[in-house]
């Protein structure tokens, strides 16, 4: 179990200073893949509190349950209701003050069950943080906006008022006749893929406010999400941006990550030569074919310029990514392999992506939608000017003077030819920027924040 310590305030406590024990339950998405954002974020926000008091559950649906070591694999519907046993069986023996769910780790019978056991346990707490948001998860899909011709803001407000069918008493035939009317009133040819997506993204929005509406404090990752729920969802709620730790084993290690870098850049290139690094999850949504098609025009013009790619990626991209760059890959374009590359969650992992880090002149981040946006943020406190997609949460970053930003391909080539050539001027004003990152950002700083949260969360019951 997870153990918070917190002084009270004599307000409550009659004039004395007593210490108790936060207990929190922390449940969050487990992917097959055993990486994403949210488990990264937990790992953050945890890191300070010792594993044997660290009380977490990892739910995947349609795959598989998590409880710190042990896995049980779902694959039908016997196993899927194993799933929601162990789940259940996991809060009522810890008991906890509070329930830190995080995205969209439940089903809507798991959620049903936490609505039951608030009423049976009124002090306990639940914070619900929203890391994405499930509307723009669909309006912003790559592939959703080529299957439904694009994702007009009609189409999308059809979808949302489809989405609060799935926590009624209503046929699934019934909800099949809904998306076959949505389809047919937009025109969108009818088959039986694009009727499954339609019902899975809207039982995810359906899902998501469903939580928040059972959460007593909702919490986003950035103002950009919270702008974009009381727009959408009508649900308002706390900011607590995301944090990172790279920039403080950067500062432990900077002699080695600094050395390493060095080396490698000496063995694979000569003096002169310019960097160019893309560090995520490789993906249509990132924008990076935008980023190899402005790369490709910059080549022409300057024949020391080189581009990396940096992330976990499905072969099938990198096909596609590889004949988009022609005679260019293997030869200017180039992708670090998948089983060499590490993730930033321990001390070492965090070290070795330091290194990759350090490596570039410039690490661009063309996503097309980002809720909060780490990679900009960990790239700046490795000291390696960054140029972004100046969108969503990231305009933020550009605001702020952490970024630069673009708008478009044509832009991205621009700016990115325009840094290049002057790379040494900003590279001065690196440190200025880390400086904002280490205030703002730091995993720390979340921490702080977070257990402030939960203690006046619990404040709430205790209050006479």
């Known amino acids: 179990m997870l153990n918070f310590y917190f002084v009270t305030t004599e307000k409550y406590l009659n004039s004395k200073f007593v210490e108790k024990i936060m207990k929190v339950l922390c449940v969050y998405p487990h992917p097959p893949s055993g990486v994403n954002g949210v488990m990264s974020f937990v790992r953050e926000l945890y890191s300070d509190i010792p594993s044997e008091d660290f009380s977490k559950v990892g739910v995947w649906f349609d795959l598989y349950y998590t409880d710190e070591e042990k896995t049980l694999k779902a694959f039908g519907s016997e196993d899927k209701q194993k799933i929601k046993e162990s789940f259940m069986q996991k809060v009522k023996s810890e008991n906890p003050q509070i329930i830190h769910l995080n995205s969209y780790a439940l089903d809507k019978d798991c959620v049903s069950f936490l609505e039951e056991y608030k009423k049976e346990n009124p002090t306990t707490k639940i914070v619900y943080t929203a890391h994405s948001l499930a509307f723009q998860d669909f309006e912003r899909d790559s592939y959703e906006k080529k299957l439904f011709r694009g994702i007009s803001e009609g189409l999308l407000s059809e979808v949302l008022n489809l989405a609060d069918l799935h926590f009624q008493n209503i046929p699934e035939e019934e909800k099949e006749k ?15 893929e694009r009727v499954e997506r339609l019902k899975i993204r809207s039982y995810m929005i359906g899902l998501q406010k469903k939580l928040m509406g059972i959460a007593d404090e909702n919490v986003f990752v950035s103002e950009f999400l919270r702008e974009s729920s009381k727009r959408v969802y009508g649900i308002d709620g706390k900011v607590i941006e995301n944090g990172v730790s790279i920039g403080e084993t950067y500062e432990n290690y900077k002699d080695e990550i600094e050395r390493a870098s060095s080396n490698w850049r000496k063995r694979f290139h000569r003096d002169g030569d310019l960097l160019i690094g893309y560090v995520g999850r490789i993906t249509e ?180």
């Not at 076959?180 to 009133?185: A, D, G, P, S």
């Open 178 to 192: 809904r998306i076959l009317h949505i389809l047919r009133k937009f025109d969108i040819p009818a088959n039986q």
């Open 285 to 464: 949504n990132k924008g990076i074919f935008d980023l190899l098609r402005a790369f490709k025009r910059l080549s022409k013009e300057m024949n020391n310029v080189y581009l990396y790619f940096s992330g976990p990626y499905l072969d099938e991209t990198i096909g596609k990514l590889a004949k988009e760059a022609g005679r260019l890959f293997g030869k200017r374009v180039f992708f670090f392999r998948k089983d060499t590359l590490p993730q930033p969650f321990s001390e070492g992992e965090k070290i070795g992506m330091s290194k990759i880090y350090k490596t570039f002149d410039l690490v661009v981040y063309p996503s097309n939608y980002e809720p909060f946006g780490l990679v900009p943020l960990e790239s700046i406190s490795c000291g390696t000017p960054t140029l972004v997609r100046d969108v969503d949460n990231l305009s933020t970053f550009v605001k702020e003077g952490l970024c630069e930003g673009f708008k478009d391909e044509a832009d991205l080539y621009r700016k990115m030819k325009e840094m290049l050539l002057n790379i040494d001027e900003h590279k001065k004003s690196i440190n200025e920027k880390k400086e904002i990152v280490r205030k703002k950002y730091y995993s720390s700083v979340m921490r702080k924040n977070y257990k402030k949260l939960f203690k006046e969360t619990l404040y709430l019951r205790e209050a006479p």
